[in-house]
């Protein structure tokens, strides 16, 4: 079964400060990656995805993420947080084929930014 | 324009009766779905409907039954409802294989 690991849980920065939240997934085959971020109160967006190509993925707000097949890893990284990135961040991964679209998360990684 | 729509956004009930949650989505999407998310923040699909096929159902209790009267629409209905139903409930819906999600606003259930 597919599973989602973010270890960090909670994490504090000072706004400029660089940012990296990790994400391992578990399957063999070929994945989708996501990463979304719900902010105080809000729904769930997408922030960047991973289909196929380039494992370097630029998203919105200046976040980006590598995929590195051989550590089943997905990486969210952003060079300098603002305050208005606090929010709940979650990796999820999805196997496409078959006639479903089943995403399964991560349990998310709170970020809270300190001006 | 709301892209994936739910309501009610709040519904404080006591416990023992049934309540139902609303959603709508003018993506013309053919898959939607329904998520709870606990007070840990934890999410996890509860089902998942494809034109009005039921195609997920994650070992959900039956007091949930899931009613999808269009492609557009699945409503969420609960019977005797406990405490431990408490949790946001988000929607969901994408274009099948494609599988980007895009969330409703979320129902936030509060059992008393």
């Known amino acids: 079964a597919q599973s989602v690991s973010q270890h960090n849980h909670h994490v504090i920065l000072s706004e400029a400060a660089s940012l990296e939240l990790g994400c391992n997934y578990s399957?063999?085959?070929?994945?989708?990656l996501f990463w979304y971020v719900q902010y105080p109160g809000q729904h769930l967006q997408l922030l960047l995805k991973y289909f196929s190509g380039d494992p370097l993925v630029k998203g919105i707000k200046g976040f980006e993420a590598e995929f590195i097949k051989s550590k089943f890893s997905f990486n969210l990284r952003k060079p300098s947080v603002q305050w208005s990135d606090t929010a709940e961040y979650f990796c999820?991964?999805?196997?496409?084929?078959?006639?479903?679209?089943?995403?399964?998360f991560g349990t998310g990684t709170r970020l809270q930014v300190f001006p | 324009d709301t892209a994936v729509s739910q309501t009610p956004k709040y519904l404080v009930t006591q416990m023992g009766n049934d309540k139902s949650i609303k959603c709508e989505q003018n993506?013309?999407?053919?898959?939607m779905y329904w998520y709870k998310q606990d007070s840990k923040k934890f999410l996890k699909i509860m089902f998942s409907?494809?034109?009005?096929?039921?195609?997920i159902n994650e070992t959900v209790p039956n007091r949930f039954s899931p009613k999808s009267p269009d492609k557009a629409h699945l409503n969420l209905h609960i019977n005797s409802l406990e405490l431990g139903d408490s949790a946001v409930y988000f929607c969901?819906?994408?274009?099948?294989?494609?599988?980007?999600?895009?969330f409703g606003p979320g129902t936030r259930l509060t059992v008393l």
């Open positions: 999820a991964v999805n196997a496409p084929g078959g006639n479903t679209d089943k995403l399964i």
């Open positions: 399957y063999g085959g070929t994945v989708n």
């Open positions: 409907y494809n034109n009005k096929e039921l195609i």
């Open positions: 993506l013309g999407h053919d898959t």
């Open positions: 969901a819906s994408s274009q099948v294989r494609r599988a980007e999600q895009f």
